[in-house]
Each structure stands twice: as structure tokens, then as C-alpha cells.
């Protein structure tokens, strides 16, 4: 059974910083593309960043760019998420996925290419 635990997440103020992780077991690890994902309320599901199988490439949403930087320990089975100069408009349940399937050459953006999620960990920014 796949299991994702996302952690790390709380209430900072605009500015801070926070670091996410995602803790996977019943896969190997090593083997998946994983990515991270954010919900606010009422709004759709948005791609966050990803990160190879290998963590030799990454790929992030545009405007996320210089201030979220995914990596991963794949001695740990876990993927981090760094998230810093932190705004409002950040605050979002975030989620963790997994591929669909092993050795994906893909960094995906699309949440139909990731098979599995974690409940999700909140963040909340204030102004």
C-alpha cells in the first residue's frame, strides 16, 4: 500500500519561510518522479514544482520560480519542498504525488500523471 505523509506546514508570516516533507513508503521511492501541488479554497488544483526519479531535473511553476525549490533524499524516501519570501496569496493546503509509474522520464506538471497523493499539510501566510 502506497502511503504519502506530507509535514512541516503552519501559519508563518509573509516574508518567512517554510520546508515541506513528504515521507513515501510502499514504493521505491527512488524510482518515481514526485511532485508537490497546492489547493486554495475554491480554486483548482495547481502544479507546484517536480523533481526527477534521479533528482537530476526539476521543474517548477513559472512564478514560483527563485522562491520554491524542491529536492529529495532518496535514502530517506522523501521529497522536500523549500518555500521562502513566503506571500498571502501562498496559503494553500499542499499536496505531494507520485507518478504513475517508475522511471518516468517526465518532470510532470499535469495532476492526471501522478497516481498517488498525500492528504496534504497546510500553509497559511499572513500579511
Known amino acids: 500500500q502506497v502511503r504519502l505523509v506530507e509535514s512541516g506546514g503552519g501559519l508563518v508570516q509573509a516574508g518567512g519561510s517554510l520546508r515541506l516533507s513528504c515521507a513515501a513508503s510502499g514504493i521505491t521511492f527512488s524510482t518515481y518522479t514526485m511532485g508537490w501541488f497546492r489547493q486554495a479554497p475554491g480554486k483548482e488544483r495547481e502544479f507546484v514544482a517536480a523533481i526527477s526519479w534521479g533528482g537530476g531535473r526539476t521543474r517548477y511553476l513559472d512564478s514560483l520560480k527563485g522562491r520554491f525549490t524542491i529536492n529529495r533524499d532518496n535514502a530517506k524516501n522523501t521529497v522536500y519542498l523549500q518555500m521562502n519570501s513566503l506571500k498571502p496569496e501562498d496559503t494553500a493546503v499542499y499536496l505531494c504525488?507520485?507518478?504513475?509509474?517508475?522511471?518516468?522520464?517526465?518532470?510532470?506538471?499535469?495532476?492526471?500523471?501522478?497516481?498517488?497523493w498525500g492528504q496534504g499539510t497546510q500553509v497559511t501566510v499572513s500579511s
Open positions: 504525488a507520485a507518478d504513475g509509474r517508475p522511471y518516468s522520464g517526465t518532470t510532470h506538471s499535469r495532476s492526471q500523471e501522478y497516481a498517488y
